[in-house]
């Protein structure tokens, strides 16, 4: 796995599920990890607690990622304190869920301000922190390029703007040697769609391994794209779905 000693990352969305997932596993690599929260702060501060146990500085800031102040104030806030910013993971999200003609435009507007508005202004806000050798890595989803169940509409739209933000801007960045990919998890295992859910079975039956994901895996994905042996990586998409896309 790859050695972080002496980076620093930053995690959005990451007092719960994935996030705080990816969090603790930068930490464990050696990394010191500042999250942003939107709403719990005990969840927070349990997860900064987490990277201290690693023996690496933590840090948790409030900001709401549907906010775009907040979002930009964050990350200018986590290149101050620490310095520099090698990681940046764009993780926090939603999941909207009903037919089209029942979801409202207030669901819309913040649904695209999380998953596509604050991932643009968080990478533009980070790049003015880091140096060469820079990280940012995106958290999708495997809905972005196959949809197999209907109610979805939004969340794959959202999530699918992220294919074309990470190819763009790992051109925009390559002179730079700053790299820039996508992680697309599928059915993982979180407060947000427990394995033990009414409709997991269905998830469960859609993947050709036949189980849901962990939080480690998906952390995993990420780590890897972190860290010196995905140094030639960019521009790419890495989906983590237990084979639902084959």
């Known amino acids: 796995m790859s050695d972080l000693t002496g980076k620093t990352a930053l995690v ?19 990394a010191d990890v500042a999250i942003t929260y939107a709403q719990s ?41 620490f310095g520099r910013l090698d990681i940046l993971v764009n993780n926090a999200g939603i999941f909207p869920y ?15 301000n999380i998953h596509v508005r604050a991932v643009y202004l968080a990478s533009q806000a980070a790049i003015r922190h880091m140096s060469g050798g820079g990280r940012i890595i995106s958290i999708g989803s495997n809905l972005a390029e196959r949809v197999p169940f ?7 739209m959202s999530k699918a703007a992220l294919l074309g933000f990470t190819r763009g801007l790992a051109r925009d960045l390559g002179g730079r040697d700053i ?7 599928g059915s993982t295992d979180t407060d947000m769609n427990p394995a033990r859910a009414d409709g997991a079975d269905e998830q469960r039956a859609l ?9 480690g895996e998906i952390a995993d994905a990420v780590a890897f794209l972190a860290g010196r042996a995905a140094s ?15």
């Open 150 to 156: 209907p109610g979805v509409t939004l969340y794959a």
């Open 98 to 112: 009903g037919p089209i003609g029942e979801v409202p435009v207030t669901e819309v507007d913040r649904t695209l």
């Open 41 to 81: 702060k005990e969840r927070a501060d349990d997860v900064v607690q987490r990277i201290a146990a690693h023996g690496r500085r933590g840090l948790a800031v409030r900001a709401d990622s549907a906010a775009a102040d907040e979002v930009v104030s964050a990350v200018d806030q986590v290149g101050g304190e």
């Open 179 to 185: 790299t820039v990919n996508l992680v697309q998890p």
């Open 12 to 30: 959005t969305g990451a007092s719960r599920g994935i996030g705080a997932a990816i969090a603790a596993r930068l930490a464990e690599l050696g």
């Open 207 to 215: 993947t050709a391994l036949g189980r849901y994901a962990d939080t």
């Open 232 to 246: 030639n990586i960019t521009g790419s998409v890495l989906t983590v779905d237990g084979g639902t896309n084959a």
